[in-house]
């Protein structure tokens, strides 16, 4: 079994910067992908990035390429979601997930997930 939690959110301006964390614990995170997702009032979940635990090979959607950097530290069993020039279109409630199964843009794929942090960007 793996247990997510997330930290790091808060309310912030545009252009702005946060970085989220997602510690893992339970079973052995080698052979897992770690991904972030989002969802805004009366929104689908959104895939943002995900990381392969063992190799660090990353994904982004292209709504957040080149402005958020998915990343892990190995040791500290820890995923991180780097995030810069904020806008207020980035307001959501942010997940990390994790599957033992290949990387997805799918919440379905994800067996385990965090209980979410917000996020909130004022213009």
């Known amino acids: 079994q793996v247990q997510l939690a997330e930290s790091g959110g808060g309310s912030v301006q545009a252009g702005d910067s946060l970085r989220l964390s997602c510690a893992a614990s339970?079973?052995?995170?080698?052979?897992?992908?770690m991904g972030w997702f989002r969802q805004a009032p009366g929104k689908e979940r959104e895939f943002l990035a995900a990381?392969?635990?063992?190799?660090?090979?990353?994904y982004y959607a292209d709504s957040v390429k080149g402005r958020f950097t998915i990343s892990r530290d190995y040791a500290k069993n820890t995923g991180y979601l780097q995030m810069n020039t904020l806008r207020p279109e980035d307001t959501a409630l942010y997940y990390c997930?994790?599957?033992?199964?290949?990387?997805?843009?799918?919440?379905?794929?994800?067996?385990?997930w965090g209980q979410g942090t917000q996020v909130t960007v004022s213009s």
């Open positions: 997930a994790a599957t033992k199964l290949a990387y997805s843009t799918s919440m379905r794929a994800y067996e385990y």
């Open positions: 339970g079973r052995t995170f080698s052979a897992v992908v």
């Open positions: 990381i392969k635990w063992s190799d660090v090979s990353t």
